[in-house]
């Protein structure tokens, strides 16, 4: 069943930048856009099994740490080789300086 | 001589399956502890150095080609010729890379676009090699699953001079072509290339043997070799500099580890060669962090070079370990040059035996 889960505050992220979150031994990547919306997807890469916390946030794109495959995170939109397969994607909100998001 | 062991590099053999069951692939690796704040710093991209370098390098092309063709017909043609073919044979290999990471430009068409040019005069499919590439990221030396490993154990030595001047990567690559144009892929491919990404590695390959037609018949119909010394021939000519680069990066090194410190050469080089190779000599820096652009590398390694082994000091430095390496292990399968790191470095990350540098058996005989 759908549950909102408190990420992280609306600090804790730079604009234009991702940090990582763990929930129920599930990896998470929340994002801040760089006007100021938040978004989450699944914490891999769906090429390989590397963290996308450690990636670059370029506007509405996340660039894997390992082999610079790009997804659109608004979307989970997986942008060309090498990556082929699209991102879970998770809803989010804020509520008093907390982002949530919304898992199963 | 080491026949048996030179089978366990194939990505279809034995070894390939139990790289995969002995954790080898797609391992963690290490990297060096660099502050977020930092790395977003050093990752960011830019437009400005790739443009500035790629204008330099294919306007010298030019020139060179136009003054080259000048003179053609006396001796004079020769020294433009041999510049002009180092910048189309051998600094397209870094172009080629560069671009196939995506890191050059900030602007995507752009990287794709050079990608295009560079992987075309390197004689490289754009997309198989980018999966290829993708690959040697992953399991960089690992036997079995790197399918870029240039000196092997023992190494092959008469291939490795042969390509010096391309007489044994050119003829390779036609052959892909044209196994390409009819619509297949080498075993090896079809390893790392998916299914979906295949029809673009066909009509790649179909434009290219247009392309390398018409070259030919221009050849043939004016009766002159110019065609060929222009599109297609400096991959041979012009080669050289690519293998003199391109062996320092990890030949003689550990294999079957998972710390690129224990795998890979840093090689301080002049301002022409950096040019030259994108600064591709910062190459343990490139492994670790390969979401770093090129001209930032020599930052990256100013940021890390205390956890790291000393960068060698020039290319000559780097040959004078490398080559006897390299012979050493023609007797010798276990023998890897194993450097000291800087003082007060974090310890190789060796999490298991398996990732001894030797690369002893993973298979009992």
Known sequence: MPQWIPACATDDVDPEDVIPFDHAGESYAVYRSPDDVYYATAGHCSHERELLCDGLVMGGVIECPKHNGRFDYTSGKAMGAPVLVDLRTYPTKVEDGTVYIEVS | ?365
């Open chain 2, 1 to 365: 001589m080491g026949r048996e062991r030179l089978e366990r590099y194939s990505l279809v053999g034995p070894d390939s399956r139990a790289a995969v069951d002995a954790g080898l692939a797609s391992a963690d690796w290490y990297r060096s502890a660099v502050p977020r704040k930092r790395m977003k710093e050093l990752m960011r991209r830019s437009d400005g150095p790739a443009v500035r370098d790629t204008t330099l390098w294919l306007g010298l092309m030019v020139v060179l080609a136009g003054v080259g063709t000048l003179f053609w017909g006396s001796w004079w043609c020769v020294p433009f010729f041999a510049a002009y073919g180092v910048l189309y044979g051998s600094a397209s290999d870094s172009r080629w890379h560069e671009c196939g990471h995506g890191t050059a430009f900030r602007t995507r068409w752009m990287d794709e676009v050079v990608y295009q040019i560079a992987s075309f005069m390197v004689m490289r499919d754009p997309t198989a090699s980018r999966w290829s590439h993708t690959r040697h990221h992953t399991d960089t030396l690992v036997l079995g699953r790197d399918p870029e490993i240039q000196a092997m154990r023992p190494a092959r030595l008469a291939k490795l001079l042969a390509n010096f001047v391309g007489l044994v990567d050119v003829p390779v690559a036609m052959r892909l072509m044209v196994l390409h144009v009819v619509g297949r892929l080498s075993a090896e491919e079809a390893d790392y290339v998916p299914e979906t990404e295949r029809p673009k590695v066909f009509r790649t390959a179909r434009i290219w043997f247009a392309i390398y037609a018409v070259v030919i018949a221009s050849a043939i119909v004016s009766g002159s070799w110019l065609p060929v010394v222009l599109v297609g021939g400096p991959a041979l000519y012009g080669r050289y500099m690519l293998y003199v680069y391109g062996l320092t990066q990890h030949s003689g090194l550990g294999e079957n580890v998972l710390d690129h410190r224990l795998n890979t050469r840093t090689v301080r080089m002049n301002v022409i060669n950096r040019f030259l190779y994108s600064n591709m000599n910062y190459h343990v820096e490139h492994h670790m962090f390969p979401m770093v652009p090129y001209h930032r590398l020599p930052e990256l390694h100013e940021e890390i070079k205390g956890d790291l082994a000393p960068a060698y000091p020039s290319i000559w430095a780097a040959y004078r370990e490398l080559v006897p390496a390299v012979l050493r292990q023609l007797k010798d399968q276990s023998y890897y040059v194993r450097r000291e790191l800087a003082p007060g470095a974090t310890p190789f990350h060796e999490p298991s035996a398996v990732n001894d540098g030797r690369a002893l058996p993973l298979i009992p005989a």
